[in-house]
Nanobody, 120 residues
Framework: QVKLVESGGGLMQPGGSLRLSCEAS????????MSWYRQAPGKERELVAR????????NYADSVKGRFTISRDNAKNTVYLQMNSLKPDDTAVYFC?????????????WGPGTQVTVSS
């Protein structure tokens, strides 16, 4: 049974940093597409960052490029999202998602999400 569990969210002032973690069980993150999505109130869920299987290549939404970094620790089977220079617009529920490389039209597994609030 696959399980993704996010942690690390919370309240932070603008300009601050947070690191989100996504601990996976039931799958090997190194061979899955692993991504972070977020959803703000009243908005669509959007892709924030993803890390590709095996190569570890990454890409980011324009809105977070240069501020957020996705990474993974294969030994811990955990994916991270380091968020720096946080802005109020980053306020959202952040979700970890996983899919096999051969599944191209959807993410198969989702975590329950962790709330990030950026406010002074």
């Amino acid at each position: 049974q696959v399980k993704l569990v996010e942690s690390g969210g919370g309240l932070m002032q603008p300009g601050g940093s947070l690191r989100l973690s996504c601990e996976a069980s039931g799958l090997t993150i190194r061979v899955f597409h692993m991504s972070w999505y977020r959803q703000a109130p009243g908005k669509e869920r959007e892709l924030v960052a993803r890390i590709f299987p095996v190569s570890g290549n990454t890409n980011y939404a324009d809105s977070v490029k240069g501020r957020f970094t996705i990474s993974r620790d294969n030994a811990k089977n955990t994916v991270y999202l380091q968020m720096n220079s946080l802005k109020p617009d980053d306020t959202a529920v952040y979700f970890c998602a996983a899919r096999r490389p051969q599944v191209v039209d959807r993410y198969e597994h989702w975590g329950p999400g962790t709330q990030v609030t950026v406010s002074s």
